[in-house]
């Protein structure tokens, strides 16, 4: 995807962009780029989306392709994606660190806010699925 404003901005919070409209810009990427059918959608997108946090999260990614083993289809797809994928990553990256500097600066240990913007992560994605076609 392309932004008229840089992650930089947005960890300094010079530019209100977050998850949600991070994972809406992702859902029409991947409608524009994917087969018409919603099920293809919804899971292209969910393997795209979760590869973007596995890589903007610092996770192992070997351990997450790992998880994909029983498709080998699937993993290499995966691989492929990556390299494309660099700078959704590094914009999903700088959302989740912008969450966490605003819990720190309102006092909360770095631990502490770790551990909640994962578990906001958590909630933001479940409530906020994308919609297929």
Not at 55 to 73: E, M, R, W
Not at 99 to 110: E, N, V, Y
């Amino acid at each position: 995807m392309e932004w008229e404003f840089t992650p930089q901005e947005v960890v300094k919070g010079e530019v209100g962009y977050g998850l949600p409209e991070f994972r809406h810009d992702l859902a029409e990427e991947v409608r524009r780029n994917v087969s018409t059918d919603t099920g293809v959608f919804t899971r292209t997108y969910h393997l795209i989306y979760d590869l973007c946090y596995a890589l903007a999260t610092s996770k192992d990614v070997d351990s997450h392709y790992a998880a994909y083993a029983y498709d080998p289809p699937t993993t290499e797809f995966l691989r492929e994606l990556q390299p494309m994928m660099s700078a959704n990553v590094e914009m999903l990256g700088a959302i989740l660190q912008r969450q966490i500097m605003d819990r720190i600066a309102a006092g909360m240990p770095l631990e502490s806010a770790l551990a909640e913007v994962g578990e906001w992560h958590d909630r933001q994605v479940a409530e906020h699925l994308p919609v297929g076609r």
